[in-house]
């Protein structure tokens, strides 16, 4: 596997209150200061629309007047590199910029669904490695960036904390260290900048991407929703369905199944309710069954009852067991998105050997099915 400074798209994304030295210190130590060199090829801010107009001025400058990112470009020779002031992304809701998150618990749950977006759309690509810079902003802004990249993050994405040492942790002034030594004052007394420590902690971090539904990976839930939907998955498993509703719900979590695939789920619930051995395709007939349930859910004067009739009855018994492998496959796909490989499995209609032949059966607790 490519190691993070090999893929084609290197992303810096860091979370910043009123302090945007955090982001020179951290392309310092990354880019500069380290081996190998992990040089990002696009930069990106997230931070309250006061932070975010301070971000601008200090590093991109203002009218003529070079900004510290453009100075430690030059110092260091650094080329290529994209960052401009759309890519200082300022807390948003429906108001506009937040200028302080923390103004109410509202503006506080914004600002935790604004970072948890902006972590899920720059690990959407493959080609890229994200580094997130968590040094910056308030408390709970650093906690939501480091949930976000948790729940998002891939394995050539890295988490960091900068930390730069007294006294040039408290001068406004200091960047970064540059090639030159220069001189520098904090409360009367004179320092060199070649004194200046920084360090740059690399965090672990759990990579639970691997583990949660496609769905969340790829929707636009929020912060709040997201972790209700994980959290379900430690819940104990139920399955509830409602026939008149056309409704199968997994630990309350709504899977949406066509008439067809809901009949046979529903079949097979049943079965498993009632006690019934394992279904065994080879010596099982089972049209007659799956028919008097699929009536249950399209309604028994359906018109399409004939149909799936006429084309059940016309199959022999190969080809009857090869339509319900795909129908089991297909039921696989729709419950793995909702609640990704792991958390599906105690659902979904396993594979058992009876006497030698392969049985079919929902091992979930009979007392756990729920069928209204």
Same mark, same amino acid.
């Given at each position: ?44 801010? !997230? *931070?309250? $629309?006061? =932070? ?8 991109? +400058?203002?009218?003529? @007047?070079?900004? #510290? ?11 290529? !590199? *994209?960052? $401009?002031? =759309? ?8 108001? +506009?910029?937040?200028? @302080?998150?923390? #103004? ?27 580094h997130l810079s968590l040094a910056g902003g308030r408390k709970t802004m650093s906690y939501y960036a480091g949930y976000a990249l948790s729940l998002y993050g891939r394995m050539q994405d890295r988490l960091s904390h900068v930390l730069v040492a007294k006294p040039f942790q408290e001068n406004k002034n200091f960047f970064y260290p540059p090639p030159r030594p220069q001189r520098i004052a904090v409360n009367n007394t004179w320092y060199s900048t070649e004194e200046s420590q920084i360090i740059l902690s690399d965090i672990p971090f759990v990579r639970m991407r691997y583990q949660i539904p496609e769905a969340l990976l790829t929707g636009s839930a929020g912060f709040q929703e ?147």
């Amino acid at each position: 596997m490519p190691q993070p400074h090999e893929y084609p798209r290197r992303i810096l994304l860091a979370v910043i209150g009123m302090t945007p030295q955090i982001l020179t210190e951290t392309l310092y130590k990354l880019a500069v200061d380290s081996s190998p060199a992990f040089v990002p090829t696009e930069i990106h801010l !997230i *931070s309250t $629309a006061q =932070g975010a107009n301070s971000a601008r001025n200090a590093l991109l +400058g203002v009218g003529g @007047d070079k900004g #510290e990112f453009h100075r430690f470009c030059e110092d260091y020779c650094l080329e290529g !590199i *994209s960052f $401009a002031s =759309g890519q200082v992304h300022t807390i948003t809701g429906p108001d +506009g910029p937040f200028v @302080d998150d923390t #103004e109410s618990a509202e503006h506080n749950t914004m600002t935790a669904d604004f970072i948890t977006e902006q972590v899920r759309r720059f690990t959407e690509d493959n080609q890229a490695a994200l580094h997130l810079s968590l040094a910056g902003g308030r408390k709970t802004m650093s906690y939501y960036a480091g949930y976000a990249l948790s729940l998002y993050g891939r394995m050539q994405d890295r988490l960091s904390h900068v930390l730069v040492a007294k006294p040039f942790q408290e001068n406004k002034n200091f960047f970064y260290p540059p090639p030159r030594p220069q001189r520098i004052a904090v409360n009367n007394t004179w320092y060199s900048t070649e004194e200046s420590q920084i360090i740059l902690s690399d965090i672990p971090f759990v990579r639970m991407r691997y583990q949660i539904p496609e769905a969340l990976l790829t929707g636009s839930a929020g912060f709040q929703e997201t972790v209700e939907t994980i959290q379900r998955f430690s819940s104990p498993e139920t399955i509830e369905i409602d026939i008149r509703r056309k409704q199968v719900r997994l630990n309350a979590l709504e899977v949406r199944m066509g008439d067809a695939d809901l009949a046979l789920y529903l079949w097979m619930c049943e079965r498993r309710k009632n006690g019934e051995p394992p279904f065994i395709p080879d010596e099982d007939a089972f049209v007659d069954e799956y028919i008097q349930v699929y009536a249950r859910i399209v309604g028994e004067w359906s018109g399409r009852i004939e149909r799936v009739e006429e084309v059940a009855r016309g199959r022999d018994a190969a080809q009857q067991k090869e339509w319900f492998l795909q129908r089991k496959s297909k039921l696989k796909k729709a419950v793995v998105l909702v609640l990704g490989e792991r958390a599906a499995r105690p659902f979904l209609i396993q594979t058992v050997e009876v006497n030698g032949q392969a049985g079919y059966v929902v091992e979930m607790e009979p007392k756990d099915i729920l069928i209204s």
